[in-house]
């Protein structure tokens, strides 16, 4: 029992001892050396990582001029790698490299797919024609990019209205060929400029 009694007091001077120190040495005034690499780790880290967010930020601001001047060129092609048939088509993936849209000026290369047909099953044909007649052609600057619109007979007897809306932030655009007579068709691709 004295043992256990002896034991008792030890630890308790012990812990009297100690508890100052602990308290001490977790003052929050005084510098923590333990973790210093790791401060350094990560302000370096937070340096790295603005310079990136900066030269991302240039290189999109970059690309967004080259979109708009591209756009204001009127020298570009819509390539399209995805279209289908209004109101609700199934949609088909182009993996034919000549398929495309070209402005060049004030002329239309025009090699597209485009279904036909007063109703279903409508009859896939493909468009490969230059178009010089084009009325009603425009370029309007909206919030994401830029709207180009055309009318064209495409020397048939059926009036074809082009509506390509190009976003500046992706290089995206799609494109919709309506006509007076046939569904309208949507088509999804990218910009590529003709130089």
């Known amino acids: 029992m004295k ?21 001490t040495s977790t003052n929050p005034t ?3 050396t333990t973790f210093a690499p790791d401060r350094k780790r990560e302000s370096s880290l937070d340096e790295r ?27 570009y092609r819509f390539v399209p790698t995805m279209f289908n048939v209004e109101p609700a088509g199934s949609s088909h993936i182009i993996t034919n490299p000549n398929i495309e849209l070209a402005i060049l000026g004030d002329w239309a290369d025009v090699h597209l797919p485009v279904y036909q047909g007063f109703t279903p099953p409508y009859r896939l044909v493909i468009f490969n024609t ?41 290089g995206g655009a799609t494109l919709t060929l309506s006509s007076t007579f046939y569904p309208t068709t949507t088509y999804w691709g990218s910009i590529v400029g003709v130089y």
């Open 130 to 170: 230059s178009v010089s007649n084009l009325a009603n052609f425009t370029t309007i600057q909206t919030d994401n990019g830029w709207t180009i619109s055309f009318d064209s007979w495409l020397y048939t007897s059926n009036d074809y209205n082009f509506t390509l809306e190009v976003y500046s932030k992706t």
């Open 3 to 23: 043992k256990i009694l002896l034991i008792i007091a030890i630890s308790a001077s012990l812990a009297t001892l100690i508890v100052p120190l602990v308290v």
């Open 49 to 75: 990582h603005q310079e990136r967010i900066a030269k991302r930020r240039a290189r999109q601001a970059e690309f967004e001029r080259w979109v708009d001047s591209t756009i204001l060129s009127h020298h």
């Open 30 to 32: 005084e510098p923590s």
